[in-house]
């Protein structure tokens, strides 16, 4: 099986156990970049495809000297581009962003699974401020005349075609769970609590605290990564109180 098809927990068993490196997992899912069209393609902006194989090559050295920097060392990942990503444009799919300065700093969430051992990819497609169905231009991978589902249909559309073994997403009303359910993915939201405010812009907060309700979500390539992925939670979401339909458990 190529590198890019493994699911998370098969790329995470067999770089530990040295039967995969960073690097060619790396090469293999940078090699899927070119097979979806430019203009359908689920990733708006990918990094430096040099500096993506410098960080896939470091995870290998520090591998090799013993170090395990988390759970998802050596994992490629795609941000939705609602997300701050350091020195990226966060331009929530909206032609009005397009002028948008480079995020200073990493969202909260970033930058915890870059500590438990991820390499940021780029971002991903959005519909426009994270509120609809078709996340265009992104098209589904398995068949290009239909859509990849939204708002997070970018994170989702990577994931199918192996751009990307983990891809974060967003929901506030089915933002992943449609971009899921036309792909077959499971997907996996944090139930105990929001996201830190810092998570998302202040701009995606439309009057009615979106960004509040908003839960940050991972795309997983198939359900028995799902076991794997929650043990690495507390890698990348803080504890918090746990949370039922929006309010507290002790209702208020």
């Not at 995470?12 to 039967?19: K, N, P, S, V």
């Not at 996996?188 to 995606?204: A, E, I, S, V, Y």
């Not at 309700?213 to 043990?231: K, V």
Request: overall charge positive; charged content about 25%; aromatic content about 4%.
């Amino acid at each position: 099986m190529a590198p890019h098809d493994l699911t998370l927990s098969q790329a995470q068993r067999q770089l530990h156990d040295g039967t995969l490196t960073a690097v060619d997992l790396m090469t293999a899912t940078l090699a899927q970049m070119d097979r979806i069209p430019a203009e359908h393609h689920p990733y708006v902006l990918i990094r430096e495809r040099a500096r993506l194989l410098a960080e896939a090559e470091a995870a290998d050295t520090a591998r090799a000297n013993g170090f395990r920097l988390g759970p998802l060392h050596g994992i490629p990942i795609g941000i939705k581009d609602i997300v701050d990503v350091a020195g990226l444009p966060t331009k929530c799919g909206s032609r009005s962003m397009d002028d948008c300065a480079p995020a200073e700093a990493n969202a909260p969430l970033v930058s915890k699974f870059i500590r438990a051992g991820g390499i940021i990819l780029g971002k991903t497609v959005t519909q426009e401020f994270a509120a609809g169905t078709i996340s265009a231009p992104s098209r589904n991978p398995w068949d290009l005349e239909r859509i990849p589902g939204g708002s997070s249909g970018g994170s989702a559309a990577a994931v199918a075609a192996g751009m990307g073994l983990l891809a974060i997403g967003t929901d506030t009303g089915g933002s992943i769970r449609c971009p899921a359910s036309v792909r077959r993915h499971r997907s996996q939201t944090d139930l105990r609590g929001h996201q830190p405010p810092g998570d998302l812009p202040p701009r995606l907060d439309l009057g009615h605290s979106r960004a509040n309700r908003t839960h940050g979500q991972r795309l997983r390539h198939r359900l028995r990564c799902h076991r794997r992925a929650r043990s690495s939670r507390s890698w990348f979401l803080p504890d918090r109180p746990r949370q039922r339909g929006g309010r507290d458990w002790n209702g208020d």
